[in-house]
């Protein structure tokens, strides 16, 4: 005896002349349904006999309510406010917020997006060491997860949540120039990373405005730590034609630069001019206190938090979406004496 053939949510979706996914919603009851596409479903249902694998569907539906961020470093103090801020929305949203360390590798990257997909977590905060790199781009775009982006650039097809990184190294070389500085030297991160190939692609900007040559023996990147930043910014010091002034452009880096001023007898402000590349308690409390760039961390963590929940409440394919922040430079210190830099 041949059973009679039971209608599946395909048949439902093709009856009521809609999206599979709108109909998948509304058996889940999201609230982004309209009444008339709500209506013209349970008509479908009822005409068909449709009856839902509530097994299935359990398992299908499954919700851990956990999201994740995974981020260069812990020991940055500047992403403690943008992290926080993203926690209260998720944690008002009811989701709980995992937090892991990336340590800037790939392999570590990939690990964990592996790791977040095998726990089902809903949704991913996350930066990137290459934006470039074909693999670690695939395996994002591919994700089973909505994923936004954290200062990167080169996924345009991905949300992401951005500083404006090039308007801000505009004004600190800007700054520096206007007090007479010609000689400018630069302490930045990766250039393989939108912040640091952004504020890289200010500096030279300006150069080229004002007609000054940039000599490439003043630009030291890969600064990702203190002692890294130390060291450059001793090497930048020990050249015979030194620079007059730094743009200390890596997140959080500026304690090392400090450090190595110190040990050569020179202090900000006095002998040599001097901004931060991101804001800090020790910029403002330093003595003197030391120019820095500023943008709302805060805001880019909401902003990042709200666009990732709206992608897990609704799937559907939409175009990708770009915040960007605006970023200023916050001027301290003693006010332009009107003597020459050389």
């Known amino acids: 005896m041949t059973g ?9 979706a093709a009856r009521a002349g809609l999206a599979l996914g709108t109909v998948s919603r509304v058996l889940n009851d999201h609230p982004s349904v309209t009444p008339q596409a709500r209506k013209s479903v349970q008509e479908a249902i009822k005409a068909l006999g449709y009856q839902r694998d509530a097994v299935a569907g359990s398992m299908r539906n499954a919700r851990t309510k956990m999201v994740a961020c995974a981020i260069r470093d812990f020991d940055i103090p500047a992403f403690a406010s943008y992290v926080k801020a993203a926690e209260g929305v998720f944690r008002r949203a009811g989701y709980t917020l995992l937090l892991a360390s990336t340590s800037n590798e790939k392999d570590v990257e990939l690990a964990l997006l592996r790791g977040f997909a095998q726990r089902r977590v809903e949704g991913v905060m996350m930066t990137m060491s ?10 994002i775009a591919g994700a089973p997860m909505p994923i936004v982006l954290i200062d990167r650039e ?19 070389v800007q700054h520096l120039m206007s007090l007479g500085h010609r000689r400018i030297g630069m302490i930045v991160g990766d250039p393989a990373a939108y912040p640091s190939r952004s504020r890289i692609a ?9 007609g000054v040559a940039v000599d490439e023996a003043l630009i030291r990147d890969h600064a990702l730590s203190n002692e890294i930043a130390f060291r450059e910014t001793c090497a930048l010091l020990s050249t015979a034609d030194r620079p007059t002034a730094l743009f200390v452009a ?9 450090r190595a001023l110190r040990s050569n007898g020179l202090q900000p402000g006095r002998d040599i001019d001097l901004v931060a590349g991101s804001d800090s308690d020790l910029a403002e409390l330093g003595t003197p206190p030391i120019s820095a760039l500023s943008w709302d961390r805060a805001e880019m963590g909401r902003h990042a938090a709200e666009m ?3 992608r897990i409440r ?3 394919p939409r175009a990708p979406r770009c915040v960007r922040l605006p970023v200023s430079l916050v001027v301290r210190g003693r006010p332009y004496d009107g003597l020459p830099r050389r």
């Not at 009679?4 to 439902?12: G, N």
């Open 130 to 139: 290459d934006e470039a790199d074909a693999e670690l781009a695939e395996t």
């Open 308 to 310: 990732l929940l709206d």
């Open 250 to 258: 890596a997140m959080d880096m500026l304690a090392g630069t400090l």
């Open 202 to 210: 200010g500096y030279r900007r300006v150069h080229a405005q004002r």
């Open 154 to 172: 080169l996924l345009p097809d991905v949300d992401r949540v951005m500083a404006d990184h090039q308007s801000g190294a505009e004004q600190a």
């Open 314 to 316: 609704d799937p559907q």
């Open 4 to 12: 009679i053939k039971k209608a599946t949510i395909r048949d439902v």
